[in-house]
Each structure stands twice: as structure tokens, then as C-alpha cells.
T-cell receptor, first 113, second 114 residues
Framework: KQEVTQIPAALSVPEGENLVLNCSFT??????LQWFRQDPGKGLTSLLLIQSSQREQTSGRLNASLDKSSGRSTLYIAASQPGDSATYLCAVRQFTNAGKSTFGDGTTLTVKP | NAGVTQTPKFQVLKTGQSMTLQCAQDMNHNSMYWYRQDPGMGLRLIYYSASEGTTDKGEVPNGYNVSRLNKREFSLRLESAAPSQTSVYFC?????????????FGPGTRLTVL
């Protein structure tokens, strides 16, 4: 059974700092990995989707990398802003039952002005 | 585009009552999903539908039924609500039939079962 872990559970940084969020998974036979952002009381917003054949994806100040062999993905946020404060979740899809995603519990990020 | 919409936003039920959570998407997506989110347990898939007319069980289907009414709508029914079903329920959709691409989520329904 696939297990997805995100460490740390919470992170607090000063505005302007570059930071890395981590996601690890136990079964490397994945189809893709997706990073989401969730604001309090809201739904999930997709940030980046990395296919298994890709090493990284970039969108603005965000860069996500994928290393299937080690079962790890990172989300890099450059020049963090208070508006980046949210919970960040990663989700992986297996080759088998690709319609079903396994989510991590998320990292809650606070960016202090 | 409204994206993925869910109704109601909040609901309080008594044990044993039934209700249906509604979900609709206007993106012409093939795949739709129902998740529940609980503290310390993350998001867990209840049911998903890869295309109109098909449904498949997820990780936690017991106590729930679903209907893919048409390509736009996917409803989740609780026949006899239990306190263990207190949760936040999210509907999502994605374009492909295999469900392998980006998922788009609705705002959620916060359900309390007393």
C-alpha cells in the first residue's frame, strides 16, 4: 500500500526566505505526483503536476522536483510572501488504479511579515 | 466557468438521517471523485467515476453510495448517517478518463452528524 509522508507538519519562516517542502512516498511505481495548496476552510488548488517521466516543473516562484528512485519530491518556494501561508499537500497516483490518489497530511506554512 | 461546485456548504444531521451531497463541474471533465478529509488522516478517496455511467470504490466506501447522473454531476448519498461520517467532503474532477491528470477541487461540504 502506498504511503505518503510530508515532513515537517508545520513550518514558520520570515518573509522573503526561500524554502523547501518535502514529500516522500513508499512505492516508486507512480504515474504522477501533484502538489496542492489549501487555504483554511477552502478546497484544494492545484499548483504543479509532475509526470513520472519528468524531473521537475516550474510555475512562477514555485519549482517542484521528482526523484522516483528515492521516492521523494520537493516543492521549492522562492522569495516567500505572507500570501503563501497555507497548507501544502502532495498526492501520488500509481500505475495501477491511476484514478486513485494517495495524499500526504500536508505541511502548514506560515510566512511572517 | 464556475469550476467544481458543491451543495450544501454546511450540514448538520442526526444519527440515522439520510442526505445527498451534490457536485457539478462545468469543465467537460470525464472523471469525478469524492473525498473526505479528517484531521490526522488526510484526504481519503470514497468513490470515483472515470466516465459517465461508471463508478468505482475508493479507500473508504462503506456507508456511502454514489450516482454519476450525467457527465456534469456526481452525487454522494449517506443512507443512514453515523457520527463517524462527520467530516469535510470534497468533490473533484479531472479531464481524462483514466484520471491521470490534474484534479480540480470544489470548496467542500462540512458535515456534522450528532
Amino acid at each position: 500500500k502506498q504511503e505518503v509522508t510530508q515532513i515537517p507538519a508545520a513550518l514558520s519562516v520570515p518573509e522573503g526566505e526561500n524554502l523547501v517542502l518535502n514529500c516522500s512516498f513508499t512505492d516508486s511505481a507512480i504515474y504522477n505526483l501533484q502538489w496542492f495548496r489549501q487555504d483554511p476552510g477552502k478546497g484544494l488548488t492545484s499548483l504543479l503536476l509532475i509526470q513520472s517521466s519528468q524531473r521537475e516543473q516550474t510555475s512562477g516562484r514555485l519549482n517542484a522536483s521528482l526523484d522516483k528512485s528515492s521516492g521523494r519530491s520537493t516543492l521549492y518556494i522562492a522569495a516567500s510572501q505572507p500570501g503563501d501561508s497555507a497548507t501544502y499537500l502532495c498526492a501520488v497516483r500509481q500505475f495501477t488504479n491511476a484514478g486513485k490518489s494517495t495524499f500526504g497530511d500536508g505541511t502548514t506554512l506560515t510566512v511572517k511579515p | 466557468n464556475a469550476g467544481v461546485t458543491q451543495t450544501p456548504k454546511f450540514q448538520v444531521l442526526k444519527t440515522g438521517q439520510s442526505m445527498t451531497l451534490q457536485c457539478a463541474q462545468d469543465m467537460n471533465h470525464n472523471s469525478m471523485y469524492w473525498y473526505r478529509q479528517d484531521p490526522g488522516m488526510g484526504l481519503r478517496l470514497i468513490y470515483y467515476s472515470a466516465s459517465e455511467g461508471t463508478t468505482d470504490k475508493g479507500e473508504v466506501p462503506n456507508g456511502y453510495n454514489v450516482s454519476r447522473l450525467n457527465k456534469r454531476e456526481f452525487s454522494l448519498r449517506l443512507e443512514s448517517a453515523a457520527p463517524s461520517q462527520t467530516s469535510v467532503y470534497f468533490c473533484a474532477s479531472s479531464r481524462g478518463q483514466g484520471g491521470t491528470d490534474t484534479q480540480y477541487f470544489g470548496p467542500g461540504t462540512r458535515l456534522t452528524v450528532l
